[in-house]
């Protein structure tokens, strides 16, 4: 059974209710990117990025519609990730959130908005035994659940609900990009799609701290 009361949302404070739902968003891109993926947690995927998308400006605006929807798209996007495990974003999220303080979801979509425009970009490194076309279908199909036309403008469009939601962007340092690219954890990297290699996370963070 589960509980979901909205009032206990009505206090919750500007930046983690920004966090928290796009936590929500990224476990439910990545669960539908992943090798792991299948039809139940897809359709799980699917409910839960077009809930956070139509639910966000009521539950940021603390409307009681706008918090049912995000309870019940974070729900949704729990399933999706609990069949599938999390990929490269939540992977390479947990230092920032240990370096500079950033609550988890803000870290996460920090992550994910360069990673997606980056996979459409590097398809033929696709280890997904589906293939390589499959995979560029997977990430299509991503624009389009969140309204667009293909991958491209769902890139684009998560990064413009980023930039919407002004949250920051860490500068780092030399020893901290150390840290940052030897911190990732290779399980969550077997899930992934995408072959990342140690230069291409290094790569990637810079873009990330950009």
């Not at 992977?91 to 360069?114: E, Q």
């Not at 390589?132 to 991503?142: F, Q, V, W």
């Not at 659940?145 to 413009?160: F, H, N, T």
Request: charged share 25%; net charge negative.
């Amino acid at each position: 059974t589960v509980l979901m009361d909205p009032n206990t949302l009505i206090t919750l404070p500007l930046y983690q209710k920004k966090a928290t739902m796009c936590d929500a968003l990224c476990h439910a891109i990545e669960s539908y990117w992943s090798v792991n993926s299948t039809e139940e947690s897809k359709e799980y995927s699917k409910m839960a990025i077009r809930g956070v998308i139509e639910n966000m400006d009521g539950y940021l605006n603390n409307t009681e519609e706008g918090r049912v929807g995000m309870l019940r798209a974070a729900n949704t996007a729990g399933k999706a990730i609990n069949i599938t495990q999390t990929t490269a974003g939540h992977a390479m999220c947990y230092k920032i959130t240990s370096l500079f303080g950033f609550a988890h979801g803000h870290a996460a979509i920090l992550c994910d908005r360069i990673l997606f425009p980056w996979m459409i970009e590097n398809t033929e490194k696709c280890i997904d035994p589906r293939g390589e076309e499959y995979l560029r279908k997977t990430l299509d199909e991503i624009g389009q659940i969140m309204g667009c036309k293909d991958a491209r403008s769902g890139a684009v469009k998560l990064l413009g609900i980023f930039d919407k939601l002004e949250l920051e962007i860490p500068i780092a340092t030399n020893e901290q990009y150390e840290d940052l690219k030897t911190s990732v954890n290779p399980v969550r990297l077997k899930n992934h799609p995408i072959q990342l290699t140690v230069d291409t996370i290094d790569m990637l963070y810079h873009e990330i701290m950009r």
